[in-house]
């Protein structure tokens, strides 16, 4: 017997599990202070009404013979109708048309991340960009494939451009980042997709934070360029669109038209699914399906223009400490440079020890996120005041 050696080469927690743990340690050492978390992005407004309404009906349905729901249909891996049909229905207004069985239903856009690794050969190269949200590097260290990076930094507005010279074989892009909150224009992404298709690579698009795209010269979708679905694979996530994070629903996009080696990769996610997966709950998925109905899209940017409001508060004390910062905008997360030239992990214990705050360290998503710190603006309004104010008597000073 022998245990997957690849799990040696994984750094030894995952990164917001340290953090989890550094915070937990102080709250022991330091138990009158009230720690501020502002590190993973965890969203803290309930549910939208129509949601909550939607998943009580779907409990009454439980309890009827007549309506009661055992799996999901299997035709489709377990996603209902009227949740497929909706998710193809906010698809449509973006300009985007997308058949019901190209879209499939998951508990999340983290799991089919890593998930999705399954259909592809271990011998894939896979790019991605650095600073990045470490699920993509470790699940592919898991698997023992190679990684190369591409440089996020200052220079480019974190957002690297692809380089013909490199060749790779799964992309990795994330559009509003995470951690950065920068987002891709639909010009650069033409770039990316006319690189993938020119490499016969496949893009693993993550569209986890596309709702909170405003400026409209930005792609929601990688499938608004050209080209797009013979090259993207795109995962989306009710979490942070709808406060999903504790229901877990999300949905994954695979393409008919993406063929690879005389094989729709469709038909090999549907195969995996299958045989992997149980489906999402009735219950979740009725409560999903209200989401984007027109009273759902209303009250669902109440809750985005919530912390909107608060991103902006952060940005806005950045600015007045005179601290560069990325994202905040078509994001939910402000990337902030740490003060006085100090290193991402320093500024982290520094912040908890003298204002307990907890954001994230920059390095914690690669080498080019050293000296980076990043904030989300997902926190209650009274938590981030007085973060942001917290924030500005221990600079100032
Ligand atoms: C983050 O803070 O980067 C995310 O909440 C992590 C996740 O969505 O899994």
Request: include cysteine.
């Amino acid at each position: 017997m022998k245990i997957n050696p690849h799990f040696s080469q994984l750094k030894e927690s995952y990164l917001f599990s340290t953090v989890g743990k550094k915070t937990a340690e102080f709250q022991k050492t330091h138990p009158g202070r009230e720690v501020i978390r502002l590190s993973i992005g965890d969203v803290t407004r309930p549910l939208a009404p129509v949601v909550i309404e939607a998943m009580h009906r779907a409990v009454d349905d439980m309890s009827r013979r007549e309506t009661f729901k055992g799996y999901g249909p299997d035709q489709t891996c377990y996603g209902y109708g009227v949740l497929l049909d909706s998710i193809q229905g906010s698809y449509a207004r973006k300009g985007v048309a997308l058949g019901t069985d190209e879209i499939f239903i998951s508990d999340g856009a983290k799991s089919d991340l890593g998930n999705i690794l399954d259909i592809f050969s271990e011998e894939n190269v896979v790019l991605v960009p650095d600073p990045v949200y470490p699920v993509y590097v470790d699940t592919n260290v898991m698997a023992g494939r190679k990684i190369l990076y591409a440089d996020a930094n200052e220079q480019n507005g974190f957002l690297p451009m692809p380089d013909p010279a490199v060749k790779a074989d799964l992309i990795y892009l994330c559009s509003p980042n995470n951690p950065t909150g920068a987002a891709y224009s639909k010009e650069q992404l033409k770039e990316w997709v006319r690189y993938a298709l020119a490499q016969d690579a496949v893009i693993l698009y993550d569209a986890a934070y596309e709702y909170f795209i405003t400026d409209p010269s930005l792609a929601r979708s990688i499938y608004e360029v050209e080209g797009a679905k013979d090259c993207a694979i795109e995962f989306c996530s009710y979490s942070k669109t709808a406060g999903f994070t504790g229901v877990r629903c999300g949905y994954t996009v695979v393409p008919r038209s993406l063929v690879r080696e005389g094989t729709p990769l469709n038909r090999l996610w549907a195969r995996r699914q299958s045989t992997k997966f149980n489906g999402v709950s009735y219950i979740t998925q009725m409560g999903a399906a209200a989401v984007f109905t027109e009273e759902g899209e209303r009250q669902i940017r109440e809750n985005l223009g919530y912390y909107r409001e608060n991103a902006r508060l952060i940005f806005s004390c950045l600015e007045e400490l005179g601290i560069g910062y990325t994202g905040g905008k078509n994001s939910p997360y402000v990337w902030m440079k740490c003060p006085f030239g100090m290193d991402s992990w320093t500024f982290f214990d520094y912040l908890l020890e003298n204002a307990a705050v907890v954001g994230t360290p920059g390095s914690g998503f690669g080498k080019n996120g050293e000296g980076f710190f990043r904030l989300t603006s997902f926190g209650t309004r009274e938590n981030t005041a007085e973060a942001c104010s917290r924030l500005k008597n221990l600079l100032l000073r």
